[in-house]
C-alpha cells in the first residue's frame, strides 16, 4: 500500500475501497474483479483510488494485513493462557465478526497467503507448547515440528470448512468436534513412553 494517510478522507477512502472489494469478492472470484469493479463499488475515481494503492493486489494484501493482525491478537491472548491453539477464540472472532472481509478471504483462493501465515502464526504458538509438555521426555517419537504443523493445518482446514458452509454449527461446538478429532492421538503421544 502506499504510504499510509492518516487524515479522514483518506481513512474513508479506505474503508470504502476495502468493502467494495470484499463485497466483489464474495460475488465473483478475485482474478475476475477488475479496479474499475472497486471504483464503480466504492463510488470513487480512479485518482483517488490509485493515491492510495497501487493495484488491487495491495487492496488485497491492506486487508490481509487487517484480518492477520486481528486472529494474531487472538493467537496472543490465546498464548498467555498455555493452551495448545486458540481454537475457541478464532471460531468466536469468525462468528461475531460484523465484517464480511475473513469470509471472503477464506472462500477466494485469494485468501491463501491470509491461511499460510495464520497457519505458521499456529505452529509458532504450539511449538512451545508442545515443548512444554514434553520437557521430561527426552525425544518424542513424532517431531514437534510435524505435530504443529498437524494441528496448525488440521484446525485451519475444520475453520476454513466451517466459515465457507456458513457456520453451521456455533464456536463452541466446533471447539468441541475440534478438540475431539485431533487432540487425542497428540495426547496419546505424550502420555508414550
Given at each position: 500500500?502506499?504510504?499510509?494517510?492518516?487524515?479522514?478522507?483518506?481513512?474513508?477512502?479506505?474503508?470504502?475501497?476495502?468493502?467494495?472489494?470484499?463485497?466483489?469478492?464474495?460475488?465473483?472470484?478475485?482474478?475476475?474483479?477488475?479496479?474499475?469493479?472497486?471504483?464503480?463499488?466504492?463510488?470513487?475515481?480512479?485518482?483517488?483510488?490509485?493515491?492510495?494503492?497501487?493495484?488491487?493486489?495491495?487492496?488485497?494484501?491492506?486487508?490481509?494485513?487487517?484480518?492477520?493482525a486481528?486472529?494474531?491478537?487472538?493467537?496472543?491472548?490465546?498464548?498467555?493462557?498455555?493452551?495448545?491453539?486458540?481454537?475457541?477464540?478464532?471460531?468466536?472472532?469468525?462468528?461475531?465478526?460484523?465484517?464480511?472481509?475473513?469470509?471472503a478471504?477464506?472462500?477466494?483462493?485469494?485468501?491463501?497467503?491470509?491461511?499460510?501465515?495464520?497457519?505458521?502464526?499456529?505452529?509458532?504458538?504450539?511449538?512451545?507448547?508442545?515443548?512444554?509438555?514434553?520437557?521430561?521426555?527426552?525425544?518424542?517419537?513424532?517431531?514437534?515440528?510435524?505435530?504443529?504443523?498437524?494441528?496448525?493445518?488440521?484446525?485451519?482446514?475444520l475453520?476454513?470448512?466451517?466459515?465457507?458452509?456458513?457456520?453451521?454449527?456455533?464456536?463452541?461446538?466446533?471447539?468441541?468436534?475440534?478438540?475431539?478429532?485431533?487432540?487425542?492421538?497428540?495426547?496419546?503421544?505424550?502420555?508414550?513412553?
Amino acid at each position: 500500500m502506499k504510504q499510509q494517510k492518516r487524515d479522514r478522507r483518506s481513512q474513508r477512502t479506505q474503508r470504502l475501497v476495502s468493502s467494495a472489494f470484499t463485497e466483489l469478492m464474495i460475488e465473483k472470484s478475485y482474478e475476475k474483479i477488475l479496479v474499475q469493479d472497486i471504483l464503480d463499488r466504492a463510488g470513487i475515481g480512479r485518482t483517488t483510488f490509485y493515491a492510495h494503492y497501487f493495484d488491487k493486489e495491495d487492496v488485497l494484501n491492506h486487508i490481509i494485513e487487517q484480518e492477520l493482525a486481528m486472529l494474531t491478537g487472538h493467537i496472543a491472548q490465546a498464548a498467555q493462557g498455555q493452551r495448545i491453539i486458540p481454537s475457541l477464540e478464532l471460531f468466536v472472532h469468525a462468528y461475531v465478526s460484523t465484517n464480511q472481509q475473513l469470509r471472503a478471504l477464506i472462500c477466494s483462493s485469494a485468501g491463501n497467503p491470509l491461511l499460510d501465515a495464520l497457519q505458521a502464526a499456529l505452529c509458532r504458538l504450539i511449538e512451545p507448547t508442545r515443548s512444554t509438555l514434553c520437557a521430561e521426555r527426552r525425544s518424542p517419537p513424532i517431531p514437534l515440528p510435524v505435530v504443529s504443523e498437524y494441528l496448525a493445518g488440521a484446525f485451519l482446514t475444520l475453520f476454513k470448512w466451517w466459515v465457507t458452509a456458513d457456520m453451521p454449527y456455533p464456536p463452541e461446538q466446533m471447539e468441541s468436534i475440534f478438540q475431539q478429532l485431533a487432540l487425542p492421538g497428540v495426547r496419546a503421544m505424550l502420555k508414550e513412553k
